[in-house]
């Protein structure tokens, strides 16, 4: 009841946008803080943004602060991960997530469910 398929990874060269999505399958999508974390190749997971059914309770790693905006939109149980500006630094698969209970948002071992990643490469 728990499936999430990311999708709108592809390449971009450096300063573009790209924008991803999640749906999850589950009908109770609005109970869920979703997040989103991404993991480079040789590079530990890094957590890049979450987002509960609080309005406006959303957190973002340093690193992509003030680049990238994650919402959602619960009538389509879906969530995106709107990122501008993009650095070859950002070049990772990019997961999203989803676990019931509002707090410890920013940290991986806290959700339970996870999708098969989609890849961000941004390169000239």
């Known amino acids: 009841q728990e499936r999430l398929v990311e999708s709108g990874g592809g390449l971009v060269q450096p300063g573009g946008s790209l924008r991803l999505s999640c749906v999850g399958s589950m009908g109770t999508f609005s109970d869920y803080v979703m997040g989103w974390f991404r993991q480079a190749s040789g590079k530990e997971r890094e957590f890049v943004a979450a987002i509960s059914w609080r309005r406006g309770h959303t957190d973002y790693g340093d690193s992509v602060q003030g680049r990238f905006t994650t919402s959602r939109d619960d009538a389509k149980n879906t969530v995106y991960l709107q990122m501008n500006n993009l650095k070859s630094e950002d070049t990772a698969i990019y997961y999203c997530?989803?676990?019931?209970?509002?707090?410890?948002?920013?940290?991986?071992?806290?959700?339970?469910?996870w999708g098969q990643g989609t890849q961000v490469t941004v390169s000239s």
């Open positions: 997530a989803a676990k019931r209970h509002d707090y410890y948002n920013t940290i991986d071992q806290e959700y339970n469910n």
